[in-house]
């Protein structure tokens, strides 16, 4: 039931999209008393702790992830710093972004799916916040939802904070700039491995920097 009401949420919250999730298909093997007992004195039950170790090696993976995304950048890039908190009037921020960026980013509005030109970008290079420039994802992170906006399994670390977000009644969870406090998107759990993360972003809300000029 849990798994549908996500689903439904993904769905109203992105008319229009197809996302394509991944669902792990678990199988469990029915054995007797008797067949339990040969498996234990057989050692066999030693094969539980396989997923634990396996979730390890998907999070030591991830971690190499997040942690390398300056590899992604131009040689001669200087990230700002996320503890330097740009604040700008209403005013200010309509005169810097272009119309759709302002909406997106200090409104919380939504892209229509299949506009952003960064649906298709696939050089390497990272993905900045379009109100303050603060880096947030690499190109690594980026993978095709079929959804119609540019998504992403994970982000830069300490680039995003969330909270809670009841626009459309059922809560999803909404992420925006740690800097500027800009809006990007919402977090689905109907991503690939590893992380089955979908960080469902409106291409306004970024800037693309090619490693390679």
Sequence with gaps: MLHDLRAIISRIAHSGARARGMPIALRENMMNRRECNVMLASGLFAVTALPSSRAAAQSASIETIRGRWRSFA?????APSANDTVTRSEEQWRDRLDPLAFRVLRHEDTERAGTSRLNDEQRP???VCAGCGLPVFSSEMKFDSGTGWPSFFTSIPEAFETKLDFRIILPRTEYHCVRCEGHHG?????????THERWCNNGAALKFIPRES
Aim: no cysteine.
């Design 125 to 127: 290079g990272i993905y």
């Design 186 to 194: 919402h977090i689905f759990d109907d991503g690939p491995a590893p």
């Design 74 to 78: 131009p040689a001669d890039f200087t």
